[in-house]
Each structure stands twice: as C-alpha cells, then as structure tokens.
C-alpha cells in the first residue's frame, strides 16, 4: 500500500513538472499591435505594451490588462525559427508579477523601456508624468530578466517621463536618454521640451534644458562613439516635422552639445513612426517604415562617414505593406521588425497573412536580404542602444588597453635596464679608447639603443 502511495506521488509529481515545462515553453499567439516597446536581453526580445484600437479608452486598457500574457512576453531568440510559426514565450508568473497597476496606461501615452543595469540584463519602464501626478508610485519599474523579477526603482533628481511615442536609448555607460515630446509639467515647472538622462546604475535622473525640439515618433541612433543621432519625427499634433531628414541633431553626452548637421543625397518624404538602427559596422544607419504611405519605399541608409542618404540594394520578398508605429531591433546579423501599423490605424498587413515579424538580413553591406528564417548561429550580443544594450561599456575595452600598454612599457623598462646592467658589470674592465685609437671587434661594447632592442638587432 505505502509502494503504491508514493508510486502516485511519483506519477502526480511527474505530472506537475512536464505541465510548468509545457507552459514554459509553449508558443503564444499575441494580438496585433503598434506602439509597443521591444528590448533586446541577450537572447530574448521582451514585448511590452502596445494597443490595436483606433478609440483606445480606460475601459479598453482594462480588457487589455485582463490577459498579461498578451502584455509582457517575449520572442526566444536562442534558436532557430521560421516567420510563419514564431517562437513566442510567456513570461512565468506573468500574472501575479506583472505591476499593471503601477505602470502608466495606454491611454495617457504609456511608457518607455529600455535596457540597463550594472550587467545590461534589466529593462527600465519609464512611466508617464500625467499618469503619476496623483499617484505614490514611484515613476520607474524595472525588470530582473535573469531572476525574473519586478521592483520599483527611486531615481534620485528630477522624475523621468516616457511615453509611447519616444524613442529611448541607452548609451554603453548604463546612461538612458529620454528626448521629451509633449509639453508636460515636473517639480512644478511646465517645460515644451527637454532630454532626461538617466544613470541605471547609480539611480540618478537630470533634465537637459538645451534640446533645440520637441518630437514625436523621431529616430534616436546611438552611434559608436558615444553621440546620439535625431531626426525626422512629427510635432505634438503627430504632424510630421519638414525636412526632418535633411536637418538632423547630433547630441554629444560628453560635452552637452547639440550639433546640427545638414544631409545630402536621396531626399527622403517627411515622416513619423519609422524605425532606425546602427549597422552592423558602426557606420550607417538603417532606417525602416514609417506613417507616410504616399512614399513606395521602406528602406533607406544614411552613411555617417559623409551623412549622405541612399536607398540600399535589396532582394527576396519583403513585406507587402508599409508599417508604422513598429519597434526595430538588431539580433545577430539581422534587423528584426515587430508588429506595427499600415498607417495611423490600419493593420492590413495582418489581413492578408503576413507575420508579426519581419527579418532584414544586414550582414552584407552590399545587399540586404529580406528573409523569412532566422539563424540564431551568429547571434551576438548586439546593441542597438536604439533600443537594447548588450555591449560591455567602451570604458572597460580602453581601460585594459591602457593598462596593457603601461605594463608593456614597463616590462620593457626593467629589461633594458637590467641589460644595461649586465653588460656595464661584464665590461667594466675594458679599456675605454681615446680618440684616434685603432679600435678591434670585441675591444668595445657598446649599448643598444631601444630600437636594437625592440628590433632584435642586438644579441649579448
């Protein structure tokens, strides 16, 4: 009796284990959506947010919030997969971890996320400041993907803002910079523009006052060395801003500066909702999409060694639709496009079957190819601080290149000089010639300059 007792203990807890392997891994079929927030954790895109209703209201957020799944989840990137059957994951104990209640609704413009932290592994909601005025939570969240784990994070400093809207980037300090789009009100002071910048590791929030513009649905860029790059986008009426792409902003973290710069080449039609990330060689940028259907083409490349715009050669099947309002991220060697819209509210793409992901394959610069697989073989930890960081700050590669240096020179140092040594002290009995002396091989040593010695032209 007490055999088969724990024999059905055995067979339930079995039971138990193969349904939480099930649920981990089971494949979600997420709604459609645009102004979503996607960030990059190693070998995860996190999807949060986003809406599909033309007339969003506090009632249709409520229906929303009724599925976390459909909420927070995320696309596993770890391996192989075909756009027609993604591999979409449900976040564990989504539905009592996920703080819906603390996070800014849809509805008032809710919020930014981004990568961040001492290991880049959490994500930072950015809430919006209308949304918390009258409340005492506090206006950042973040989330532990190792640990899976929510906290309310206290920034010292002003209190950040975010919303759907803007395009949030992290530098590779931990630095999260936020540029403002609507007016809005903080510490009891109405600003019309502003750039919050955000330390994720020692928690610190300070506004910059100096942003030449206010947008919305911009491009934000993180460029290799450190600047960040803004153009296009539309004002507070989401009407795109003239000749956003032919006058863009530069902004210099490290000397808080504005640089404007004037493009030349392919002109571009104003637009608003378009996507842009780094290339993979650190010197174009990639911009995708948009909300202006009156132009035929979804892609364009500015070249930041000249800052001239052409259209990129591309072949296979790319996406029948323009999309707007999506959220663009670099996993290995490709640029992954989530969900979006046909215009402000059209979902035709969705209609006519096409995937909630589109892959543009950036490894050759000579051609981009769109694909529908995705080969997770090369896969890097990629930053497209656009919108995730999984690159180790640049601070720590010129640190040990520094230090490197320093220790070679002075392992070389010490070896000169005990050379130096060795042969005063084997030489100190020789005769030292006077001028106009006849001197034979072997009667004189001389010492070896630095470049014999780094050379090898001089053997004891």
Same mark, same amino acid.
Request: glycine share 8%.
């Given at each position: 009796?007490?055999n088969?007792?724990?024999?059905?203990?055995?067979?339930?807890?079995?039971?138990?284990?193969?349904?939480?392997?099930?649920?981990?891994n089971?494949? @979600?079929?997420?709604?459609?959506?645009? @102004?979503?927030?996607?960030? @990059? /954790?190693?070998?995860?895109?996190?999807?949060?947010?986003?809406?599909?209703?033309?007339?969003?209201?506090?009632?249709?957020?409520?229906?929303?919030?009724?599925?976390?799944?459909?909420?927070?989840?995320?696309?596993?990137?770890?391996?192989?997969?075909?756009?027609?059957?993604?591999?979409?994951?449900?976040?564990?104990?989504?539905?009592?971890?996920?703080?819906? +209640?603390?996070?800014?609704?849809?509805?008032?413009?809710?919020?930014?996320?981004?990568? +961040?932290?001492v290991?880049?592994?959490?994500?930072?909601?950015?809430?919006?400041?209308?949304?918390?005025?009258?409340?005492?939570? #506090?206006?950042v969240?973040?989330?532990?993907?190792p640990?899976?784990?929510w906290?309310? *994070?206290?920034?010292?400093?002003?209190?950040?803002? +975010?919303?759907? *809207?803007?395009?949030?980037?992290?530098?590779?300090?931990?630095?999260?910079?936020?540029?403002?789009?609507?007016?809005?009100?903080?510490?009891?002071?109405?600003?019309?523009?502003?750039?919050?910048?955000?330390?994720?590791?020692?928690?610190?929030?300070?506004i910059?006052?100096?942003?030449?513009?206010?947008?919305?649905?911009?491009?934000?860029?993180?460029?290799?060395?450190?600047?960040?790059?803004?153009?296009?986008?539309?004002?507070?009426?989401?009407?795109?801003?003239?000749?956003?792409?032919?006058?863009?902003?530069?902004?210099?973290?490290?000397?808080v500066?504005?640089? #404007?710069?004037?493009?030349?080449?392919?002109?571009?039609?104003?637009?608003?909702?378009?996507?842009?990330?780094?290339?993979?060689?650190?010197?174009?940028?990639?911009?995708?999409?948009?909300?202006?259907?009156?132009?035929?083409?979804?892609?364009?490349?500015?070249?930041?060694?000249?800052?001239?715009?052409?259209?990129?050669?591309?072949?296979?099947?790319?996406? *029948?639709?323009?999309?707007?309002?999506?959220?663009?991220? /670099?996993?290995?060697?490709?640029?992954?496009?989530?969900?979006?819209?046909?215009? /402000?509210?059209?979902?035709?793409?969705?209609?006519?079957?096409?995937?909630?992901?589109?892959?543009?394959?950036?490894?050759?610069?000579?051609?981009?190819?769109?694909?529908?697989?995705?080969?997770?073989?090369?896969?890097?930890?990629?930053?497209?601080p656009?919108?995730? @960081?999984?690159?180790?700050?640049?601070?720590?590669?010129?640190?040990?290149? /520094?230090?490197?240096?320093?220790?070679?020179?002075?392992?070389?140092?010490?070896?000169?000089?005990?050379?130096?040594?060795?042969?005063?002290?084997?030489?100190?009995?020789?005769?030292?010639?006077?001028?106009?002396?006849?001197?034979?091989? +072997?009667?004189?040593?001389?010492?070896?300059?630095?470049?014999?010695?780094?050379?090898?032209?001089?053997?004891?």
């Amino acid at each position: 009796m007490k055999n088969l007792k724990n024999s059905k203990l055995f067979s339930i807890s079995i039971l138990c284990l193969l349904q939480i392997i099930i649920k981990a891994n089971a494949q @979600l079929s997420p709604s459609y959506r645009k @102004l979503h927030s996607a960030v @990059l /954790v190693e070998k995860k895109l996190y999807i949060f947010g986003g809406f599909n209703s033309p007339n969003l209201t506090p009632e249709n957020e409520v229906n929303y919030n009724k599925n976390p799944d459909d909420r927070f989840f995320y696309l596993d990137v770890s391996i192989s997969f075909d756009t027609s059957n993604l591999p979409w994951r449900s976040v564990s104990n989504n539905v009592d971890n996920l703080p819906l +209640g603390s996070l800014s609704s849809v509805a008032t413009g809710g919020v930014a996320a981004s990568i +961040g932290g001492v290991n880049n592994d959490m994500i930072f909601f950015f809430n919006n400041e209308r949304d918390n005025a009258t409340k005492s939570d #506090p206006p950042v969240h973040s989330y532990n993907s190792p640990n899976n784990v929510w906290n309310t *994070q206290i920034f010292s400093g002003n209190n950040p803002i +975010g919303r759907n *809207q803007m395009r949030i980037v992290t530098d590779y300090n931990g630095k999260v910079y936020l540029l403002t789009g609507f007016d809005f009100t903080i510490q009891g002071v109405t600003r019309s523009s502003g750039l919050f910048v955000c330390d994720t590791i020692n928690p610190d929030c300070v506004i910059k006052d100096a942003s030449p513009f206010s947008r919305l649905g911009y491009g934000a860029t993180l460029l290799p060395n450190g600047m960040i790059i803004y153009m296009g986008g539309g004002d507070r009426n989401y009407v795109p801003i003239r000749d956003g792409f032919r006058l863009i902003y530069l902004y210099d973290p490290a000397n808080v500066e504005w640089i #404007p710069k004037v493009t030349t080449g392919k002109k571009l039609p104003d637009d608003v909702g378009f996507t842009t990330v780094l290339g993979l060689n650190g010197d174009r940028i990639i911009l995708y999409g948009g909300n202006n259907n009156n132009d035929d083409n979804n892609l364009y490349v500015l070249n930041i060694t000249n800052y001239e715009w052409f259209v990129p050669k591309v072949r296979g099947k790319g996406p *029948q639709y323009k999309r707007g309002e999506h959220c663009a991220n /670099v996993i290995g060697k490709y640029m992954v496009i989530t969900f979006g819209s046909n215009g /402000v509210l059209d979902a035709k793409y969705k209609e006519d079957g096409e995937s909630d992901v589109l892959l543009l394959d950036i490894s050759d610069d000579s051609e981009y190819v769109w694909t529908t697989s995705f080969d997770p073989t090369p896969l890097k930890n990629n930053s497209t601080p656009s919108n995730s @960081l999984s690159l180790k700050p640049a601070t720590n590669n010129i640190s040990i290149i /520094v230090g490197l240096t320093i220790g070679l020179i002075l392992f070389i140092c010490i070896l000169s000089g005990i050379i130096i040594f060795y042969i005063r002290y084997k030489n100190s009995n020789k005769a030292i010639p006077t001028p106009g002396n006849v001197v034979k091989d +072997g009667d004189i040593i001389t010492i070896p300059s630095d470049y014999e010695l780094s050379h090898g032209k001089y053997r004891i």
